[in-house]
């Protein structure tokens, strides 16, 4: 178990140790729970709570959105085929009804996915603690959040009592440090962090990002790091807060204003690992060996740069690894010493939570633009509001210009309960976050990659350094 430090501490210490109400003598704390966010998959928690004769803490501190369920060619409710997908978005917004929380329903121009809607909305801040029954909360860390994916009896508790019990993690910290090479995004980062310390290579940890390559991204760029923490077996992933950060928070619907602004600068600019508080464990990365990175199996830490072959199982000592990459590449069907840049594609996706925000859809236009694409492409928005300004920008028309479908905000093909599914066998190029066996559809083969990576395998067909189609 790892104790508080009674002096210095990490930045996780920090917001974690200002949260906890009582600790057990087993040192699982009770955690006062900031906000919540909740999509349409968990909207029978509501009536569960309410059969149990159990109310609401504090419902302004709820803020709800549908995005797993809904079909990224519906703009309505009416649009949704009736059924299961319909029943979970329409029940979402019945309870945000009845009980009066914060709901962007479908027909609301900032709705989206609830990872992307948090930022924008100033809902995620420094300092805080907030949850989602979702794993890819750890998004929200980008921002100096506290933030992680509970399970459904979790969000029940969450929304009954506004706390947690929680068991303290270990600190990791992974520093990486160095020059990013021209078309290297925060996706090749986080592969190259995840292929070098494992799937579970962040199981029981904290994990705070810095270094210069990370203070050098945009916000935008470290959620794309902190989502994937989980995908290192992680639920925590925190960046340190910086002017960027308050740039980036100020002004928005939910952050504060006037006064508690100034007093939530001064207590943010506080929210920093000190200098003499120890880690359990620590990782350094150089960001300049990092290239546009293309993964090949069926775990995020199976990956390769864009000039490099397919790994052979042969040269692995670890029998479970050995074993892992035979049945990926069986699966996957590919050959030991292929490289990567001769695979072909069947289909592209751009969006999620990972890359669909307007820096991510900027950075693939650049490629798109002039081209045309050689496979079926889909590229789908976080939010209405990352929609609009796509479409003011422009970047609508060389998506349709180049023949890519250009769709209604939603999570889309990355989950593919949506309508948006791979058929069996085929190989997609997706800017997502998970890649396991039919993730994006029965007998699927995903590759995950950067919205760069994508769109330059949308032009030409198989994998392309993007570096050799941009600007």
């Known amino acids: ?37 909740i999509h349409d998959l968990h909207y029978r928690s509501f009536e569960e709570l309410q059969s149990a004769g159990r109310t609401i803490r504090y419902p302004d501190q709820l803020f709800a959105t549908p995005d797993h369920s809904v079909p990224t060619t519906a703009k309505e409710l009416t649009d949704i085929p009736q059924g299961e997908m319909r029943d979970a978005v329409a029940g979402l917004q019945g309870a945000a009804e009845r009980i009066g929380f914060t709901h962007f329903d479908m027909t609301d121009p900032r709705h989206g996915i609830v990872h992307v809607i ?79 310390i494992g799937a579970s290579g962040g199981t029981g940890y904290a994990i705070e990002y810095t270094g210069s390559a990370i203070q ?18 992680a639920r925590f992933g925190i960046i340190a807060p910086d002017d960027k950060t308050l740039a980036y928070v100020y002004g928005r619907p939910h952050a504060p204003t006037d006064e508690k602004w100034e007093e939530a600068v001064a207590y943010w600019r506080t929210l920093h690992s000190d200098e003499t508080a120890v880690f359990d464990k620590e990782i350094n990365i150089d960001a300049a060996a990092i290239e546009p990175t293309v993964t090949w199996g069926n775990s995020p830490q199976f990956c390769v740069g864009i000039s490099d072959m397919i790994p052979d199982p042969v040269s692995e000592t670890d029998p479970a690894t050995r074993a892992n990459m035979e049945s990926a590449l069986t699966y996957m069907d590919l050959l030991p010493g292929t490289p ?104 699927s083969r995903t590759h995950l990659v950067s919205p760069a990576m994508a769109a330059a395998a949308a032009v030409t067909g198989h994998f392309t350094d993007c570096r050799e189609l941009g600007k």
């Open 340 to 443: 990567v840049n001769k695979i072909d594609i069947d289909r592209v996706f751009i969006g999620s939570c990972t890359n669909s925000r307007i820096e991510d859809l900027r950075q693939a236009a650049d490629v798109f633009k002039g081209k045309s694409v050689a496979v079926p492409t889909l590229v789908v928005p976080g939010s209405g509001l990352v929609k609009s300004e796509a479409e003011r920008e422009g970047l609508d028309r060389i998506f349709i210009d180049a023949g890519a479908e250009w769709r209604e905000p939603g999570c889309s093909m990355c989950v593919a309960i949506n309508g948006d599914v791979l058929l069996p066998g085929q190989r997609c190029a997706s800017t997502s976050n998970r890649n396991f066996q039919g993730r994006q559809g029965k007998g």
């Open 118 to 196: 948090g930022p924008e909305q100033g809902i995620t801040l420094p300092g805080l603690t907030l949850v989602c029954g979702d794993s890819h909360t750890s998004t929200h860390g980008a921002l100096g959040c506290l933030s992680f994916g509970i399970g459904s009896t979790e969000i029940k508790h969450v929304l009954a009592t506004q706390t947690l019990w929680q068991r303290r993690p270990r600190n990791m910290r992974i520093t990486v440090d160095g020059t990013l090479s021209p078309g290297v995004a925060a996706k090749d980062i986080i592969l190259a962090i995840i292929r070098h």
């Open 216 to 233: 050098h991204l945009t916000i935008e760029g470290r959620m794309t790091i902190s989502n994937m923490t989980i995908e290192a077996g």
């Open 1 to 37: 178990m790892n104790t508080p430090r009674s002096h210095s501490k990490t930045l996780f210490e920090k917001i974690f140790d200002r949260h906890v109400i009582l600790t057990r003598e087993s040192g699982d704390a009770l955690l006062f729970i900031d906000r919540q966010l």
